[in-house]
């Protein structure tokens, strides 16, 4: 499939728009209205520290709405005010963001419906508009939109469509895209779209797995089976894994993305030499900047001697995910909560998301005396929930 002259004929259509209907004054005054908060622009003054009572919170130094997000749901809302009688549609939710999603849906702004991972367009109309979100949809989608005649309105983060050009890149190259994501992540899924071979890992130990195989040490049966769902058509790791470029999903964790980068081009320079290189490995920088500085402040976050450590966002959020990893991984007591609602005043509890698992209940989760709370948040999350959720740790804490 040439998905770059597919991706030109819908760009060129005249019903294709990336760009937005308001100024960046208009959409920042609409934003901010809607998603920021004085209470966290004092505290970001302040050191990113707030103090009261027995209470003292230290907030990381990036957190929050990225500039792709805010992009994506400024754009989302000047579309229905364009567009104030259409019907509106979203390829999925704008952004893993509860609060956000469900602004929108009162706004009358739908979600195109699902049946187990197959999305069902038969409701969209032709000439309906139709929002693509933030982490992308496949060009399959796309064309799909482009020859029912829909307004598309393409919020797709820049840094997710320069991981679609690196994989055409590859495609172009006869490289297979080694993928770090999750295979069933929307972000992946319009990663893969653009790819020719692929391949998904979730994790280093896939790529152990994987970097085993192209040495010589596995069985293909066992390979194909494991990575049946992750992999593209008619793929055959003894052809499609002697020449490989490293791609991600932009909110993996930066540290892992880039040690699997490494461990394949080890695994290539020992399999065909220094001189062979460059004609079996590729790699480039698709580490989206937002979120690598996101994860920087929580390394520095979870160094500041915390009692427990609050982490807010959409529970299907990939990059708030992440940042909980990394305060586990610190040993350091953290809650995983999407709105403040999940924080009981009167039962000084929390109802929190433990990384795979269901939702649990934690009693008494402010203990008596002086306490140091830690808060950060994903790239979904506004700065008015963060508020929302300091104010309840103020309130169980008086």
Same mark, same amino acid.
């Given at each position: 499939m040439d998905t770059q002259a597919i991706k030109h004929s819908i760009q060129h259509s005249g019903r294709y728009n990336r760009k937005g209907f308001e100024s960046p004054t208009q959409r920042a005054k609409a934003l901010g209205e809607s998603?920021?908060? @004085?209470?966290?622009?004092?505290? !970001?003054?302040?050191? *990113?520290? %707030?103090?009261?009572?027995?209470?003292?919170?230290k907030l990381a130094k990036s957190f929050g709405f990225c500039w792709g997000?805010? !992009?994506a749901v400024a754009m989302a809302y000047e579309t229905r005010r364009h567009y104030p009688n259409e019907d509106i549609w979203m390829t999925n939710e704008i952004i893993h963001?509860?609060?956000?999603?469900?602004?929108?849906?009162?706004?009358?702004?739908?979600?195109?419906?699902?049946?187990?991972?197959?999305?069902? %367009?038969s409701s969209v109309s032709t000439g309906d508009v139709v929002i693509?979100?933030? *982490?992308?949809?496949?060009?399959?989608?796309?064309?799909?939109?482009?020859?029912?005649?829909?307004?598309?309105? @393409?919020?797709?983060?820049?840094?997710?469509? $320069?991981?679609w050009h690196t994989v055409e890149k590859h495609k172009k190259?006869? %490289?297979?895209?080694?993928?770090?994501?999750?295979?069933k992540h929307e972000e992946t899924l319009a990663t893969r779209s653009f790819a020719g071979n692929y391949l998904v890992v979730f994790d280093l130990a896939e790529?152990?797995?994987?970097?085993?195989?192209?040495?010589?040490?596995?069985?293909?049966? $066992? *390979?194909?089976?494991? *990575?049946?769902?992750?992999?593209? @058509?008619? %793929?055959?790791?003894?052809?499609?894994?002697?020449r490989i470029g490293v791609a991600n999903q932009t909110t993996m964790l930066k540290s892992e993305t880039e040690e699997i980068g490494k461990f394949f081009e080890k695994t290539m320079l020992a399999k065909y030499g220094p001189a062979n290189i460059n004609n079996h490995f590729l790699a480039f920088n698709t580490i989206c900047d937002a979120t690598e500085e996101r994860q920087d402040a929580m390394f520095s976050l979870v160094n500041e001697d915390l009692d427990i450590l609050v982490v807010i966002g959409g529970f299907n959020s990939s990059n708030t995910t992440h940042l909980q990893e990394i305060a586990i991984t610190n040993n350091i007591e953290s809650f995983h909560i999407d709105i403040s609602d999940r924080?009981?005043?009167?039962?000084?509890?929390?109802?929190?998301?433990?990384?795979?698992?269901d939702l649990v209940l934690k009693k008494n989760f402010i203990p008596d005396g002086k306490i140091k709370v830690g808060i950060t948040s994903g790239a979904s999350t506004p700065d008015k929930i963060v508020a929302d959720v300091i104010e309840k740790l103020v309130a169980i804490t008086k």
């Amino acid at each position: 499939m040439d998905t770059q002259a597919i991706k030109h004929s819908i760009q060129h259509s005249g019903r294709y728009n990336r760009k937005g209907f308001e100024s960046p004054t208009q959409r920042a005054k609409a934003l901010g209205e809607s998603y920021q908060s @004085d209470l966290i622009a004092s505290i !970001r003054e302040n050191d *990113f520290t %707030f103090e009261e009572g027995r209470l003292k919170i230290k907030l990381a130094k990036s957190f929050g709405f990225c500039w792709g997000v805010e !992009r994506a749901v400024a754009m989302a809302y000047e579309t229905r005010r364009h567009y104030p009688n259409e019907d509106i549609w979203m390829t999925n939710e704008i952004i893993h963001n509860p609060s956000v999603n469900n602004h929108l849906s009162r706004m009358n702004v739908k979600i195109i419906s699902a049946k187990n991972g197959i999305k069902d %367009f038969s409701s969209v109309s032709t000439g309906d508009v139709v929002i693509l979100p933030a *982490f992308g949809a496949t060009v399959q989608e796309m064309q799909l939109l482009h020859e029912k005649k829909c307004q598309i309105i @393409d919020t797709t983060c820049p840094w997710v469509s $320069k991981v679609w050009h690196t994989v055409e890149k590859h495609k172009k190259h006869t %490289f297979t895209s080694i993928i770090h994501g999750k295979y069933k992540h929307e972000e992946t899924l319009a990663t893969r779209s653009f790819a020719g071979n692929y391949l998904v890992v979730f994790d280093l130990a896939e790529a152990e797995y994987v970097s085993n195989y192209i040495q010589g040490n596995g069985d293909k049966n $066992k *390979f194909m089976n494991k *990575f049946a769902k992750a992999c593209s @058509d008619g %793929f055959d790791p003894d052809i499609h894994l002697e020449r490989i470029g490293v791609a991600n999903q932009t909110t993996m964790l930066k540290s892992e993305t880039e040690e699997i980068g490494k461990f394949f081009e080890k695994t290539m320079l020992a399999k065909y030499g220094p001189a062979n290189i460059n004609n079996h490995f590729l790699a480039f920088n698709t580490i989206c900047d937002a979120t690598e500085e996101r994860q920087d402040a929580m390394f520095s976050l979870v160094n500041e001697d915390l009692d427990i450590l609050v982490v807010i966002g959409g529970f299907n959020s990939s990059n708030t995910t992440h940042l909980q990893e990394i305060a586990i991984t610190n040993n350091i007591e953290s809650f995983h909560i999407d709105i403040s609602d999940r924080i009981s005043v009167e039962n000084n509890s929390i109802c929190h998301k433990p990384l795979e698992s269901d939702l649990v209940l934690k009693k008494n989760f402010i203990p008596d005396g002086k306490i140091k709370v830690g808060i950060t948040s994903g790239a979904s999350t506004p700065d008015k929930i963060v508020a929302d959720v300091i104010e309840k740790l103020v309130a169980i804490t008086k």
